[in-house]
């Protein structure tokens, strides 16, 4: 069954683009992320030009978001305070994120640095991921019978030395505002350069930055990519109008439920399998990319509506 | 003298000889894009109509159909630094967003170049590429690029020999439009040729629109973009919030 798409001017099948949505459901349930780093390059290949892709996708992951967050709001895994401030500092970003975009943009070659950001930063936080988790698993290993360290330490750094402490209750932290502001904006940088939600950025910087329980960190990320690519969504609804709503729909038709299967399937998984998983979707994705970088393409010449 | 004289009455007889006009028929003069819209099948049929007998030498037909024209962005992949970057772009001024040529034989022998020229018949003709030579040595090569990309693609279609023509009067032909279709006037040109000479021409149009809940959202999303984007995002708010709570029924059930 085919249907017709009004802004992307194509027709693509009904069934495709519902398994594209339930897929990037179901990862953004189990790891918080919202998916915007795989769905972007599978719309790119069912023919979605690449505008439309990005626009669509934004606007496909808040729902996809807003079903997971859901979820774990019933299971009080959301850390709202940390949440808002991450937010505050994620919407700065973004705006700064787009500003440098557009000059970007005005240089030529946007599309290679969009590329070269996918490749280091999926790499970058791929790899430093397998390797802290295997070893977390090696450790869990070790001592069958025994009881795994119940906490990793706690770095006492200068992180906890910064003035305007908050008390984070549901992560359990006393920290400054300082540093997840910090993370928050740079994140907003990325995401916005990179036109997706920044949720595997955020994830890992939550886990080994500020040192937040990961139970927490994925609703937490959630929480905040809702407002982040709702932001993006209407920027390129009025700017570009470049969303496609019959793509949209039938996308999240597709991710709302798969969320909610993510959503149970990440609940009953242990944290360190959990960010091996994401870790090695995170390097697949990272490969694929590098590799179109690197070999030479079948078709020299790309078409670009003017 | 007599020879002359009878000469004298070919040379006049020819030209009114040569009047011969196109009756055209066309299986839909609209396209509707709905939903649901998966390509369709146009048939172009038609006849010749002449006052006087047939004359040698034997006619050919070419029929076109082209969708409406806009500028295009060509970008040239090259290897620097080992990774494989945008080097060259290149602007083409217009090309049209669908071409099909029909004809009733292979183009190059039905047809003169001049003839090509003056009325923009075959693909590389009906793309108007005229300040590339300023952006790139070598323009052709964007052209040519433009061209394969589009026809792998099925927009551009060079249907040679996909005319039938019968009794050098009756012809009919079929172009499948794919289901990648942009709104717009689709030009249809049905040209009548001899010994590579246009004799006749007649031009119609093709309307493709969008209609019902894809004209509506289309016009939306231009005229309103921000309630069109407050829309999309209520949406997947809503979608959203509709499957957890879906979810949420279903395992206390």
């Known amino acids: 069954m085919q249907v017709y798409l009004p802004i992307a001017e194509v027709s693509v099948n009904v069934f495709l683009l519902l398994g594209i949505g339930g897929i990037v459901g179901v990862l953004s349930g189990m790891f918080g992320v919202g998916g915007g780093f795989l769905i972007t390059p599978l719309l790119f290949f069912v023919g979605i030009p690449p505008a439309v892709a990005v626009a669509t996708s934004a606007n496909q992951i808040v729902a996809s978001s807003v079903s997971a967050v859901l979820a774990h709001l019933r299971r009080r895994t959301v850390d709202l305070r940390m949440g808002t401030v991450l937010l505050l500092g994620g919407l700065m970003g973004s705006a700064l994120g787009i500003v440098i975009f557009n000059y970007l943009r005005s240089q030529g070659q946007v599309d290679l640095l ?3 950001c996918y490749v280091i930063f999926l790499g970058t936080v791929g790899a430093l991921m397998f390797i802290e988790s295997l070893r977390a698993l090696q450790r869990t290993r070790r001592k069958p019978g025994t009881v795994a360290p119940v906490k990793p330490r706690r770095q006492r750094s200068w992180i906890y030395a910064l003035p305007l402490k908050v008390r984070f209750r549901t992560s359990g932290l006393y920290i400054s505002v300082i540093p997840p502001i910090l993370v928050g904006m740079s994140v907003g940088v990325l995401a916005a350069i990179m036109g997706v939600g920044g949720g595997f950025i955020m994830v890992p ?4 930055l500020l040192n937040m329980p990961t139970k927490v960190v994925i609703g937490t990320s959630l929480f905040q990519i809702i407002f982040v690519t709702a932001f993006t969504t209407l920027l390129h609804a009025v700017t570009n109008q470049t969303v496609d709503l019959m793509l949209a729909l039938t996308l999240l038709l597709g991710g709302v439920v798969g969320a909610q299967f993510g959503t149970s399937l990440g609940s009953r998984m242990r944290a360190e399998q959990l960010r091996i998983l994401l870790a090695v ?3 697949a994705v990272c490969g694929k990319l590098a590799l179109d970088l690197l070999l030479p393409p079948e078709e020299l010449y790309e078409l670009a509506e003017a | 003298m007599r020879g002359l004289l009878a000469l004298l009455v070919t040379l006049l007889a020819a030209p009114l000889a040569a009047k011969e006009d196109i009756v055209l028929g066309l299986s839909q003069n609209r396209v509707r894009i709905t939903a649901d819209f998966d390509g369709s099948e146009i048939l172009i049929f038609g006849a010749v109509k002449r006052e006087s007998p047939i004359i040698e030498p034997p006619l050919d037909v070419i029929v076109t159909l082209a969708g409406p024209s806009t500028p295009v962005t060509i970008h040239k992949k090259d290897r620097r630094l080992g990774i494989w970057v945008n080097a ?3 602007d083409i001024d217009a090309a049209p967003s669908f071409y099909a040529v029909a004809s009733s034989g292979p183009t ?13 018949i075959t693909v590389p003709r009906a793309i108007r590429s005229v300040g590339a030579a300023s952006m790139t040595q070598n323009p052709a090569a964007y052209t040519e690029a433009l061209i394969r990309i589009r026809e792998n693609g099925g927009v551009y279609q060079s249907l040679e020999e996909a005319v039938e023509l019968d009794q050098q009067t009756l012809f009919r032909t079929s172009i499948s439009l794919p289901s990648n279709l942009t709104e717009g006037a689709y030009d249809t040109r049905v040209f009548l040729l001899r010994e590579g000479h246009v004799v006749s021409r007649f031009d119609t149009v093709i309307d493709v629109r969008k209609v019902g809940l894809e004209r509506w959202l289309f016009v939306l999303s231009r005229e309103q973009p921000l309630a069109y984007g407050l829309l999309s995002l209520s949406l997947a708010i809503f979608a959203g919030w509709g ?5 949420r029924a279903i395992r206390s059930a």
């Open chain 2, 88 to 90: 060259e772009t290149v």
């Open chain 1, 205 to 208: 910087a939550m886990i080994y």
């Open chain 1, 281 to 283: 979707l995170v390097l």
């Open chain 1, 114 to 116: 969009v590329n070269l």
């Open chain 2, 108 to 120: 190059g022998e039905i047809l003169r170049q001049t003839e090509d020229l003056r009325h923009s």
């Open chain 2, 243 to 247: 499957a957890s709570a879906l979810f």
